[in-house]
């Protein structure tokens, strides 16, 4: 029987997408995502843990979040778990974790430009319009 490995985020990227290209070519992405969590203890005190994943996105995805991501951004990414080990400098065994994305969505709101026309604040669009409620 075959395994599965999937994994689904909804976190904000730590830091600009940086992307590079293989020997042969092929586009690299990687960008970390942080994932939040809150929950109240048994004191009844709000706790809260941030995870850090390393994001490796490849080929024309590679392309389109270098494109499109920044620092900050809200994303959902599925993809796999990925354990490797290399070498530093030094010659040190390093061992990292990462999260080879097969889909990508940019979450959020969209960025709307400020307009020049002051707009009504909240009190003064909902001045009056009590007495015109049918109930």
Do not use: C
């Amino acid at each position: 029987m075959a395994g599965l490995n999937k994994v689904l985020l909804i976190g904000n990227l730590g830091r600009d997408p940086e992307k590079r290209y293989t020997p042969n070519g092929q586009a690299v992405t990687s960008v970390p995502l942080a994932t939040t969590s809150r929950w109240k203890d048994k004191t009844d005190q709000m706790q809260e843990r941030t995870d850090w994943h390393n994001l490796v996105i490849w080929g024309k995805q590679a392309e389109t979040a270098k494109e499109i991501l920044k620092k900050g951004d809200q994303v959902f990414v599925e993809g796999r778990i990925q354990n490797r080990s290399y070498d530093d400098r030094d010659g040190n065994k390093k061992y990292i974790t990462e999260i080879i994305v097969w889909r990508f969505m940019k979450l959020g709101r969209k960025e709307v430009e400020p307009s020049e026309e002051p707009v009504g604040t909240e009190a003064e669009v909902s001045e009056g319009q009590d007495e015109d409620l049918p109930f």
